[in-house]
């Protein structure tokens, strides 16, 4: 992870607070919400849970005790837009309204991503 990943995912967060409503271009976006999955990657290592950004990107995270699935989709997945994503991971949404607002769908027991939120990178 590139420190200029990781400034290009600041800026657009920062432009997503000041115009929610504003389109985010497909590019930016995309290389956005990739940059959030690998920052996840790296401070949840593991594969107990996916989470899914179609069609942006996908990872496997360790949350919960168990170990590493090991055999295709693991059971607990977590599905959301990109834009999404990025409030979540700024803080400007929480988990309970996303998931209140339909804005996250997920399922399995280990699929409440709660703690993960805001990214520290964007607090």
């Known amino acids: 992870m590139s420190a200029s990943e ?10 997503l607070a000041a115009d929610p409503d504003a389109p985010v ?5 995309a290389a956005a919400a990739r940059t959030v999955c690998a920052l996840l990657a790296v401070h949840h290592p593991g594969g107990t849970v996916e989470l899914r950004v179609p069609p942006f990107a996908a990872v496997q995270l360790g949350i ?4 590493r ?6 059971p607990n997945v977590v599905q959301t837009d990109a ?3 990025l409030r979540l ?15 996250v769908r997920a399922s399995g027991i280990y699929s409440d991503l709660t703690p993960l939120w805001p990214l520290p990178e964007l607090a």
Request: no cysteine.
């Open 83 to 85: 834009t999404t994503l």
């Open 25 to 29: 271009p497909r590019p930016r976006l």
């Open 64 to 67: 919960g005790e168990r170990g």
């Open 6 to 15: 990781i400034e290009q995912l600041r800026q657009v967060v920062r432009d």
């Open 69 to 74: 699935h090991t055999r295709g989709t693991p």
């Open 89 to 103: 991971a700024a803080g400007s949404l929480t988990w309970a309204d996303a998931l209140a607002g339909h804005a």
